[in-house]
């Protein structure tokens, strides 16, 4: 059986839906209780950071399939004996910043 990866459990539409379920009863909840004002900006507060780590979590899946793919790639120019097999990982590394200057200082 073939090494099949685990794929992440967190469905970040549903965790979009969600923050705007709660953003959505915390402003109904505001208007029924005005008197706890100060606590619904800070729950308000805390639901700002949903969006932000949704799309931190989003370029962190994309640049990991990026370098997995390069890996792959690598793996197959290297069993195809390509004359550069490293290519395809030194360049998405160079890509995200992952490898120092060359001696011109380019990356």
Do not use: F
Request: charged share 25%.
């Amino acid at each position: 059986m073939p090494n099949t990866p685990q794929r992440p459990a967190i469905d970040l539409q549903e965790v979009r839906t969600r923050n705007l379920v709660a953003r959505e009863i915390v402003a109904a909840l505001s208007q029924a209780m005005p008197n706890l004002g100060k606590l619904w900006l800070r729950l308000n507060a805390s639901l700002d950071d949903t969006p932000r780590l949704v799309a931190e979590w989003s370029t962190v899946r994309r640049r990991h399939a990026d370098l997995l793919a390069a890996a792959r790639a690598t793996l197959t120019a290297a069993r195809d004996g390509e004359r550069d097999p490293l290519c395809y990982l030194r360049d998405e590394l160079s890509a995200q910043g992952h490898l120092p200057p060359d001696s011109w200082g380019r990356r």
